[in-house]
């Protein structure tokens, strides 16, 4: 098998345009909102702060006049600024000071008596300044308003068109990933299909049903959260990790370090997680097992009184789920928010160290704006890192639910073929078959036997004689191992499963209804099959009181397996089924075995008409429905022991006569 992650891949390049357009959307989102920091960097540095930058004065048309003069900061004076008189504005607490000249270094600031002394290096340098007024203030930030508006209102923009953004890659994203489940399901349930039946003697449905809807389900969630936030994380941390190059390149080396501790997280974390997760999958599998089975035969366990029993059966299996459940919760608790935590503040630790070490000569000394932009975005880092730790559970448990999808989806099975074949007239020839379940284990052994064209052939024998086995040999639902079987001369190895079935119908011991209405119970949703002729079968099998009697009609509904309707009238269902699409080859597998003596008289009319004109194989207990055949063929342990009609059988006082005898008796004593 494929690897998993290939195989889920392949899924969605399905879809991949619509994926790679919300990739794109949520590229330039990702990019909108990460210019946040650089804006406030700028707005901090550039039109906050940057009123400490040195002004010129000017005679004419400065941004702002102070005590008569006025002046324009230097960076916006277009002349050179030889012979400029210049000044600068600090701020030292919370108050700001006006100094008539430009200052040589800055450092720690002290201000006594209008008097501003700067500490650099153990120098003290003295200027004289005049307090501002907050008017006077206000004058020298006013020119910055309109940048700061500017650049607020550009960054809103930027928020708004990220938020669109976010809105159409979220619903892209989502939207693929309900295409790529509605895929897989469909697929998981055409392969179910094709499955032989052999696969389903070996898992329960409950198992199968797990499969195509809960492991399908924990995909989706693959598909909806963890690629989605797998992608929006990458793309995050590739921009922040951008951004913290652009702003100080060492800085960003150390954060980059980030990467191998989560890369060798992962790979610990998934040792662990894969294990427990397997054995949730296959207990939740198993929970279904459990509720399906008990569901279905609720009535015996009532009847047996094994109600205890079977919920302390139930209650092993949830408490293993419960208990491995548990391990994977303290696994995540103990490595998904305290190993981010971690991170986080060993980070904040190396910032601090990187950025507050300047004054003591350990890293460099760098503007307010800057280091806001470094907090800022090493905090948005984060939220991705938490993102993927957070989604690795999800990760593994989709992991492990692909893999037992594709278990299922590559076991082998047959495809649905489209060819067609001619109608058969309905000769079958056994010759010298051999058939087995298991290896060499055979239930079937030197079956010889013809029927022609209309003939009615009887199977009797005691159960586990084979008198089924040839029935699901015949049908293809097994393949025999030794032998030909043919008809009309073609062996039905050479024929596909769907065409050779095409002309066969089978009528069960115990018919199966399927949830709908009589009208598609009958024509099992054919379009080419129409009312008239769904009503005509279920009058000429004898249905047509019953049918009449129901307030819908042909279009009453019917519960799953048709449980409000009686074994009768389910029987005549299925005859009016078996009817409806003319088959030339019919299997009677004993089909009046639970029905009452009052309707017995209706499906035996019933069944001559479907019989009429038809090779028909039944498998009979009650050995006075087939007295009328044409051939009665007795089994013993898959092996034909005798063979004849009712009248010739009974002459040879053989097993089949002892065997009419006893029922014969067990009716007359009955009766009596």
């Not at 120098?123 to 650049?151: G, H, I, K, M, N």
């Not at 989706?220 to 959260?225: I, Q």
């Not at 960003?252 to 890369?263: E, Y």
């Not at 662990?272 to 008990?294: C, P, Q, V, W």
Request: net charge negative.
């Amino acid at each position: 098998m494929k690897k998993v992650g290939k195989r889920l891949f392949g899924y969605a390049l399905l879809f991949k345009r619509t994926i790679l357009l919300a990739l794109l959307f949520l590229t330039i989102a990702a990019a909108a909102e990460l210019t946040g920091p650089f804006i406030a960097k700028s707005m901090i540095d550039n039109h906050i702060l940057g009123i400490e930058r040195p002004w010129v004065e000017v005679e004419s048309g400065g941004e702002v006049t102070y005590d008569g003069r006025e002046y324009i900061r230097s960076d916006r004076f277009d002349d050179s600024l030889e012979d400029k008189k210049q000044i600068q504005i600090f701020q030292v607490g919370l108050n700001y000071y006006f100094i008539d000249s430009l200052i040589e270094v800055d450092g720690e600031r002290q201000v006594a008596d209008d008097t501003l002394t700067i500490l650099r290096d153990g120098t003290e340098t003295v200027y004289p300044v005049v307090p501002l007024s907050r008017a006077e203030v206000f004058q020298f930030f006013q020119p910055e308003v309109r940048y700061l508006a500017l650049l607020m209102a550009g960054y809103m923009c930027l928020v708004l068109l990220a938020a669109v953004l976010h809105y159409y890659q979220r619903f892209l994203l989502q939207t693929s990933a309900n295409r790529i489940i509605k895929k897989m399901r469909e697929d998981v349930f055409a392969k179910v299909n094709q499955l032989p039946i052999q696969y389903f003697d070996h898992l329960p449905a409950g198992k199968i049903v797990s499969r195509i809807t809960n492991d399908t389900e924990a995909i989706r969630e693959l598909y909806v959260r963890v690629l989605a936030t797998f992608f929006t994380s990458i793309i995050y941390m590739a921009g922040i990790f951008t951004a913290l190059f652009l702003l100080d390149s060492r800085l960003a080396m150390m954060t980059l370090l980030i990467i191998p501790i989560i890369v060798l997280w992962m790979i610990v974390y998934r040792k662990f997680a894969g294990k427990f997760n397997r054995i949730i999958r296959e207990r939740l599998s198993d929970i279904n097992g459990k509720i399906n089975e008990n569901i279905q035969g609720m009535s015996v366990i009532q009847a047996f009184g094994r109600e205890k029993e079977i919920t302390d059966s139930f209650e092993k299996l949830n408490e293993e789920h419960f208990r491995y459940n548990r391990k994977l919760l303290t696994l995540n608790a103990a490595m998904s928010f305290n190993l981010v935590g971690f991170l986080r503040n060993l980070t904040f630790v190396a910032l601090i160290w990187y950025f507050g070490g300047g004054a003591l000569g350990v890293g460099t000394i760098f503007t307010l704006g800057v280091l806001y932009a470094f907090v800022d975005y090493i905090n948005r880092l984060f939220e991705p890192v938490q993102g993927i730790v957070n989604q690795m559970a999800q990760l593994e448990e989709a992991r492990i639910a692909g893999e037992r999808v594709f278990t299922l989806m590559d076991e082998p099975g047959t495809f649905l073929s489209e060819d067609k074949v001619e109608r058969f007239k309905g000769n079958v020839t056994f010759d010298h078959v051999f058939f087995a379940y298991e290896n060499d284990d055979y239930v079937l052994k030197d079956i010889s036997f013809s029927a022609k064209q209309g003939e009615t052939l009887a199977f009797v024998g005691h159960t586990g004689s084979g008198k089924s086995s040839i029935m699901n040999i015949l049908f293809r639902f097994y393949d025999h191992q030794k032998g030909k079987i043919t008809i009309d001369g073609t062996d039905i190895h050479t024929l596909s499963k769907q065409a050779l079935r095409e002309h066969m119908a089978i009528v069960l011991q115990d018919p199966f209804l399927f949830t709908g209405t009589i009208a598609s119970n009958v024509s099992m949703n054919d379009p080419s099959i129409t009312r008239e002729q769904i009503i005509d079968a279920l009058e000429k099998v004898g249905a047509g009181d019953m049918i009449r009697a129901l307030p819908g009609g042909i279009d009453e509904e019917v519960k799953e397996k048709g449980s409000t309707l009686s074994a009768g009238q389910r029987q005549l269902i299925s005859f009016a089924r078996a009817l409806v699409f003319n088959p030339p080859i019919l299997i009677l597998d004993e089909a009046t075995a639970n029905i009452d003596t009052e309707t017995e008289e209706i499906i035996q009319r019933a069944l001559e008409v479907v019989k009429a004109g038809r090779t028909t194989f039944v498998i009979a207990h009650r050995l006075s429905t087939i007295r009328q055949a044409d051939q009665i063929i007795v089994l013993d342990h898959g092996q034909i022991v005798e063979q004849g009609n009712h009248a010739s059988l009974m002459e040879e006082k053989g097993r089949y006569y002892h065997m009419y005898q006893l029922q014969s008796g067990a009716s007359r004593q009955s009766a009596s």
